[in-house]
Every structure is written in structure tokens, then in C-alpha cells.
């Protein structure tokens, strides 16, 4: 069917109604159900849950990207020659959805297979999972660039979209243990499972929500010939391109070890896995801040530059991350067993006085952070318990002269464990909106300085290396973790430790101090990009007339 949609010059810098950034932005709402998860719990599905050993699932994120090097310009070559009476982009959205939601229940969901046979499931139900999103990524994010070229009105369409992006990134990274709990009632695969199911379904409704309310205003130049290779040629001579190429991937590697590492931090080096779930929603959180934040910083400082400087103290404070010590005595213990023997000796960091009595906690969460406490019928200082697996247990000492000490009571190095995580994350936060703007505003240059534009070609390349990067950061902390010894749902020591600690730490702060370097060779700014803007409605112009 031929694209029935008429453009003018005026239509190309639309001021867009609330209801229609709105629209756009909740579509990435649905795109966090699936990439918060992946990008936080699926390493940990895969070793702790799933059973796969590190190091295959890192050859597995690795392998699985030549899909994905094809697939992604391919699925820009036919987005940007697709024609429709609903546009170039918005199809997609809505016959994209409902296979997205199969692919990823089917990626979480754990058969009863020999470990050769699980390693298949995996690479085949990833695979297919990682190519119904760019069916539908690739489409999403190419929408932005043809809403309206309007610089401002493109600034407040990324914030609202990353505003519902780590909005929903605060609920899936804080939900998603305690969600896996509840529904697995004891079974950590069926609850994992059901879980994704519940994420899939919504999301589908929120791709849904963006088909129907937006509407695609920028078309290419009037008789446009549109060779593939040509497009491809293209980008390879767009220089503000090829740099975000490789900005977009360090960034991504940054972001993929701090969230994906969460997960074994808290576990293993903390020992506090009952905090996994606030620990990444309150980074979440904090992205949001970051993201809502931008169009007001963009008033004071050129996009590029603000990226260096948030880079700057990304990579600082990560640095500094490595110095905090672990915790002398974590005071909450998480069970892994069914029967358990604990010491308030050992929680408390301190020895039984005469006179001492105590009182033990079982904290039963009704939702991450809100717990109900039940207290246990023993008083002696050993808690022996039976049916006692992932229950999480503190105590309290009463001392003869009525003091009440409370195991609970968090440590000062936890505290500056979540302070440090939410200003590096506040600092992150801008990454998104302002480098999707910068990829629209270098569709915009691709076709000022040729003469063609091809925008979903443009944020495919866009979303492979954004993939790219989420892949070596998950597969390079998998293959640190399988070098050093790392074994899952044991107590890990020496090396698999300091090495869970460098990857979320110092390593990702390493990388975030590389993306100022690219940085520094990006041109699209100031009195240049608004020569583009005004250039290209000259030229619709006269096309009008």
C-alpha cells in the first residue's frame, strides 16, 4: 500500500502536543520491561538460575551478535523502504509486539534439558528474542527522527521518553527478585518465567499505546532513490555518525557491567542479596533524575561538551567506588538452605555478654523495600530453623542495662555503596536522550550533506552498537568471572571476589573516561546544526511550491 502522508516545511519543525510525546515516550516504557532485565538479571538467569556456566553464556552473548550485525542494518533497509498508510515506522509497532512477548517469555524460561541441550535453548530462544527486538527497537527509536526535526521539541521528546524508560527501569530492577519470588512460591524457574510473562503483556499494550497516538511528519526528499549500499556508503562517510557509533558502544559497556554486576556485588561481596533489588532500582531511579534533567541542562552547555563532563564524573566517582570496604558484619542473612543453624555472635560483629537476650527478625517483604517483620519465637543466641530457604533473618540484642542493639541497622559502608551508585547513575542519567538526539540530529546532517536521508538505517547502526556494547560488557564480565574461578551459589574468595568488585567498579569508571576522548572529534553543535535545521526547511519549501 503506498504512504498516502503529506509533509510541508511547516510540519517538519511541529511543536508536538503532550499527548503525543507522551504517546511516543511510553513506547520505551515497553522496551525497559525487556532491556532492564536483560541488561541487569539475564547474566545472573543464565549462571545462577538457568545453570550455564560463565563462560559459555558469554560465548553465547558473543555468537549470537553476527545475528544481530546483519539483522539490525536489514531491519533499517526495510523500515526506511516500507510504505504504508500508517507511515515508514509505526507498523512495526503494532505487528511487532505480540512475537517480542513470545520470544522473550520463551528466553526465561528454564526446560528440563541435559546442559548441551539447555545451551541450545538458550542461543536459539536469545537469538530469536534479540531479533523480534530490533523488529521493533530499530522502528521505535527511527520515529523520533521523523516526528519533528524541531532541536528543542526533539530535547523534550527524549527526556519524556527516557523519563518512562527508567521509570519503568526503578520498577522492573526493584520488582523483578521479589516478583520471581512470589511467583515461583520456591520454584526460582517458574517464578522467573511467570515474571516475564507479566513484563511481556504490558509492554505489548504500551507498543500499542505509541502506534496509535503519534504521527510520522518527515518524509524523505521527493523522489529519492534509495540503493541499499548506497545508504550504507552513506554512513560510513557521516563522521558525527561514526563517532557516536563508537561513543554509543563504550557508554553501553559502561552501563551493561555497572547493572549486570549488581547482581553478584550484593550477592557475593556484600552478602546482602536482600538489597539486589533496591540497589538497582534506586540506580534506575536515579537515570530517571538524569534523564528528566536534560533539556534543562542543554540550556547552559552544548550536548557533546555535557557528555564529557558527565563522562568525567562517571569515571571519577566509579574509581573512587573500589575503596569502599566491605561491610565487618552484614547483620541480615539471606538462607539458601533448607535448614540453618545461625549466631547472633556472627551478625552482631560482637561476643554474648551474661545478661544478653535476643529476639529474632524474619523479614517477610510485601514489596521491595517495605517489609513486615515477624518476629520468632526463640531467645537464645543460636536460631536454628527448618523450611528455612530464602528467608531473610536478622536479630536484636538486649542488653542487661536495656540496650537494644539491631543487627539491621545498616552499615555506614552500605550507605556510601547506594550514595555512589545513585550520583555515578545521576551522571549516567543524559547519556540516553542526549545521544539519540545526537543520532537524529546526524540523520539530519546525512541528508544535508547528501542529499538522501535514510533515518531507520541510521538508528539501526545506532542500536547495533548500543547491542554491541550491552554484549561486550556482559560477555566480558562473564569471561572475567569464569577466568578467576567464579562458581555459581557459592561462597566466592580471592579472585572471583576482587573481580566482582572491579566490574562494578573501577572497570566500567575505565571505560567512561574513553568515551571523553570520542567525544572530543563530535562537530554537530551550536551555529553549525542550526545551519542543517534551516537549510533542509529551506529545501522543503521548495518542494512545497
Known amino acids: 500500500m503506498s504512504n498516502n502522508i503529506k509533509t510541508s516545511a511547516e510540519d517538519r519543525t511541529a ?24 541488561g541487569s538479571y539475564l547474566s545472573y538467569f543464565y549462571t545462577d538460575i538457568f545453570g550455564l556456566a560463565p563462560a559459555a553464556a558469554g560465548w ?52 528440563d534439558l541435559s546442559d548441551t541441550g539447555k545451551l541450545i535453548w538458550a542461543y536459539l530462544t536469545y537469538s530469536a528474542m534479540m531479533l523480534c527486538y530490533t523488529i521493533l527497537s530499530t522502528p521505535y527509536s527511527s520515529l523520533s527522527g521523523v516526528l519533528t526535526a524541531d532541536t528543542d521539541e526533539r530535547n523534550k521528546i527524549f527526556g519524556i521518553r527516557f523519563f518512562f524508560a527508567y521509570f519503568t527501569g526503578i520498577f522492573v530492577g526493584a520488582a523483578t527478585p521479589d516478583l520471581a519470588n512470589f511467583f515461583g512460591n520456591g520454584d526460582q524457574a517458574k517464578g522467573w518465567q511467570l515474571t516475564m510473562l507479566m513484563y511481556s503483556s504490558i509492554a505489548t499494550l504500551l507498543f500499542l499505546t505509541t502506534f496509535f497516538t503519534t504521527k510520522e511528519r518527515i518524509q524523505p526528499p521527493v523522489g529519492q532513490k534509495t540503493p541499499v549500499k548506497q545508504d550504507i556508503l552513506d ?52 537515570y530517571m533524575i538524569g534523564a528528566v534533567s536534560t533539556p534543562l541542562l542543554t540550556r547552559f552547555m552544548d550536548k557533546a561538551k555535557l557528555l564529557m563532563v558527565l563522562m568525567g ?21 539471606t538462607v539458601t538452605t533448607e535448614e540453618v543453624t545461625l549466631n547472633a555472635n556472627d551478625l552482631l560483629g560482637e561476643a554474648h555478654s551474661e545478661g544478653d537476650s535476643y529476639q529474632w527478625i524474619s523479614h517477610e517483604k510485601v514489596f521491595w523495600i517495605i517489609k513486615d517483620e515477624v518476629v520468632l519465637t526463640e531467645t537464645s543466641v543460636e536460631l536454628v530453623l527448618s523450611d528455612a530457604k530464602d528467608k531473610v533473618i536478622s536479630v536484636r540484642r ?61 538508528f539501526s547502526a545506532a542500536t547495533f552498537s548500543q547491542k554491541l556494547g550491552g554484549t561486550l560488557g556482559s560477555a566480558g564480565m562473564l569471561f572475567v568471572l569464569a577466568f578467576l574461578g567464579y562458581a555459581a551459589n557459592e561462597a566466592q574468595t580471592g579472585g572471583s571476589l576482587m573481580g566482582i568488585v572491579l566490574i562494578q567498579t573501577v572497570i566500567p569508571g575505565l571505560f567512561a573516561l574513553v568515551a571523553i576522548f570520542a567525544l572530543k572529534y563530535y562537530e554537530l553543535s551550536g551555529e553549525f546544526l542550526e545551519k542543517i535545521q534551516g537549510d533542509l526547511k529551506a529545501r522543503q519549501a521548495e518542494n512545497d511550491t
Do not use: C
Not at 16 to 27: D, F
Not at 416 to 438: E, R, V, Y
Open 60 to 111: 553465547m552473548f558473543i555468537v549470537t551478535k553476527v545475528i544481530d550485525a546483519f539483522t539490525d542494518p536489514a531491519m533499517g533497509a526495510i523500515a526506511d523502504r516500507t510504505n504504508s498508510r500508517f507511515g515508514k515506522f509505526r507498523p512495526w509497532l503494532l505487528f511487532g509486539a505480540l512475537p517480542m512477548a513470545a520470544a522473550a517469555t520463551l528466553t526465561m524460561s528454564t526446560p
Open 398 to 458: 538486649v542488653k542487661g542495662n536495656g540496650e537494644v542493639i539491631d543487627s539491621a541497622s545498616m552499615p555506614f559502608e552500605i550507605y556510601l555503596m547506594f550514595l555512589l551508585n545513585i550520583l555515578i547513575s545521576l551522571a549516567l542519567g543524559p547519556k540516553s536522550p542526549l545521544t539519540w538526539s545526537m543520532y537524529a540530529d546526524a540523520a539530519d546532517y546525512n541528508e544535508w550533506k547528501t542529499g538522501r536521508r535514510a533515518t531507520a538505517m541510521t
Open 235 to 286: 554512513l560510513l562517510e557521516n563522521r558525527p555518525w561514526l563517532i557516536l557509533f563508537a561513543l554509543a558502544m563504550i557508554i553501553m559497556v559502561t552501563l551493561t557491567m555497572r547493572n549486570g554486576s549488581a547482581s553478584y556485588y550484593f550477592k557475593y561481596f556484600v552478602e546482602r542479596p536482600d538489597l539486589m533489588g533496591a540497589y538497582i532500582g534506586l540506580q534506575n531511579f536515579a
Open 15 to 38: 511543536k508536538l502536543s503532550l499527548k503525543e510525546k507522551i504517546g511516543y515516550g511510553v513506547g520505551d516504557a515497553g522496551f525497559n520491561f525487556y532491556w532492564v532485565l536483560i
Open 313 to 333: 564524573i562517571v569515571g571519577a566517582l566509579s574509581i573512587a567506588f573500589v575503596f569502599v570496604p566491605k561491610p565487618e558484619a552484614t547483620g541480615v542473612v
